[in-house]
Each structure stands twice: as structure tokens, then as C-alpha cells.
């Protein structure tokens, strides 16, 4: 079984759409993350959440909300979507060891229309 | 601020070819440095990192090194083989305690037979 894993795994919205990417892991890792893929841009960090009681926001957190329901859940809602949401969206583990690696999950490819 | 920047894809070789693919950063303090690889359909792996300079991370026949005189981290492999098609990021995690990486935009390696 996957240690990250992501639902849905695709989606297409309309635009105006209010749309949750869900995140589960098994890894027992303190800190979480979202990001997004672009091409040619890389990855960029949404929202990143060291436990239960801490998030905080990344550097393109305009548009996107999180809920971190419990250890091992960390949600991402895209509260009116838009075509420029269109994007991957990855989530990542790490421990609490500020050197450690992040292990992603699959992704979740959203098509906002 | 805190930056990585790779060379422009895609790379092209044939089987057995070598590969260097180039990364530089920007950063303040002293960063971590990974290679992450994206194999089509899939979430990003760890393929290797190195937490200090002069560092040499290894795996799979890839290597790259930790240069803090030419702020560099230029990833390499003797002889690609078709599995090793991919796209590449390199990354740095910030340092102190925060757990932030910063992507690199990804090079696609494709190596045909």
C-alpha cells in the first residue's frame, strides 16, 4: 500500500466551483505539505503544516484553504476555482527532523474549466 | 532569496550516453540539496541529497555534489539506460528548522534505445 496517497486522482470543475483535493499518509510524519505543478515552473508551496495545530501558508496560498483534520490528513480546498487553478497538485510528508527527506504522494491532475 | 535554477530541456541521449544535468542555487545559510525524479504518471522520489558541502549523494548510478564554492549540485550518471526517462528537479531545503523546499522547474531526460 502507498505511504502518501491522494483522492481524487483527476478532476474536472467549472469555474466558480468550490473543489477538495484530499491527502492521507501513513507514514506517522508530523509535517505536511501542498503543492502545485506547473511546466516550466517546477513545484510551488501552497500550504505547509507542521502539526495539527500549526499551518501556514506557502508562497501561492491566494485562492486555496487547508484543513489538517488529524495527523494523518491534510486537506486542500480551492474555495471558487478558476482555469488558472489548472494545475498537478502534489502532497508531501516529512518528519519533524528539519532535514528530512519529503515523500510525495501520486498527485491529483485538476482541470478547471 | 532562495532559488534553484536547472538547465532548460528536454535532454535527449541515446542509451549508454552520459548524463550531467546542470543546478545552481541561491540561497541564504546553509541549504540541504536533493534530486527528486517524476517518472511519468507518478509523484516525485527522492533519488538522492547531500546536507553539506563537498557531500557526494549517490543512487541507482547517479551522483552529484555539493559545491559550495560554485553554489552548484550538477547530477550525473555514466550510462542512462530507457528507465532512467524521467523528469528531474533539484531542490534545496532551507535551512534552520522551517521545512520548505524550493524547486528547481524539472529537466526531461528522454534516452532512447
Known amino acids: 500500500d502507498a505511504d502518501v496517497t491522494q483522492t481524487p486522482r483527476n478532476r474536472i470543475t467549472k469555474t466558480g466551483k468550490r473543489i477538495m483535493l484530499e491527502c492521507s499518509q501513513t507514514k506517522g510524519h508530523d509535517r505536511m505539505y501542498w503543492y502545485r505543478q506547473d511546466p516550466g515552473l517546477g513545484l510551488r508551496l501552497i500550504y505547509y503544516s507542521f502539526d495539527v495545530k500549526d499551518i501556514n501558508k506557502g508562497e501561492i496560498s491566494d485562492g486555496y484553504s487547508v484543513s489538517r483534520q488529524a495527523q494523518a490528513k491534510f486537506s486542500l480546498s480551492l474555495e471558487s476555482a478558476i482555469p488558472n487553478q489548472t494545475a498537478l497538485y502534489f502532497c508531501?510528508?516529512?518528519?519533524?527532523?528539519?532535514?528530512?527527506?519529503?515523500?510525495f504522494g501520486p498527485g491529483t491532475r485538476l482541470l478547471v474549466l | 532569496g532562495n532559488s534553484v535554477t536547472q538547465m532548460e530541456g528536454p535532454v535527449t541521449l541515446s542509451e549508454e550516453a552520459f548524463l550531467t544535468i546542470n543546478c545552481t542555487y541561491t540561497a541564504t545559510g546553509y541549504p540541504s540539496l536533493f534530486w527528486y525524479v517524476q517518472y511519468p504518471g507518478e509523484g516525485l522520489q527522492l533519488l538522492l541529497k547531500a546536507t553539506k558541502a563537498d557531500d557526494k549523494g549517490s543512487n541507482k548510478g547517479f551522483e552529484a555534489t555539493y559545491r559550495k564554492e560554485t553554489t552548484s549540485f550538477h547530477l550525473e550518471k555514466g550510462s542512462v539506460q530507457v528507465s532512467d526517462s524521467a523528469v528531474y528537479f533539484c531542490a534545496l531545503l532551507i535551512s534552520g528548522n522551517t521545512g520548505k523546499l524550493i524547486f528547481g522547474q524539472g529537466t526531461t531526460l528522454q534516452v532512447k534505445p
Open positions: 508531501a510528508t516529512s518528519d519533524v527532523r528539519g532535514r528530512e527527506t519529503q515523500y
